[in-house]
């Protein structure tokens, strides 16, 4: 047995359309769907995830290094 999980997106016409490979080229299958909207708070990401990774950098300072000109290039149009 091997258990699928996946997101998907319903349409405004409220029909759900799967394309799932299942590795059987020829046989029968018997299929197990739940239905369960989602929150779009709840999109899968840990819990704290965002609080712990934004702004979390903790390394050293970053900076940007001095660009040089800008070459003058021909008008398209």
Known sequence: MQNIK?????GSDSILHLDI??????GDIEIEIS??????SQRDWMPGFFEEVIGGWAGEPLERPEQGEF????TLF
């Open 21 to 26: 490979p299942v590795g059987i080229v020829s």
């Open 35 to 40: 239905i369960k909207p989602i929150n779009p």
């Open 6 to 10: 996946l997101c998907s997106h319903v």
């Open 71 to 74: 070459e003058t290039r021909e």
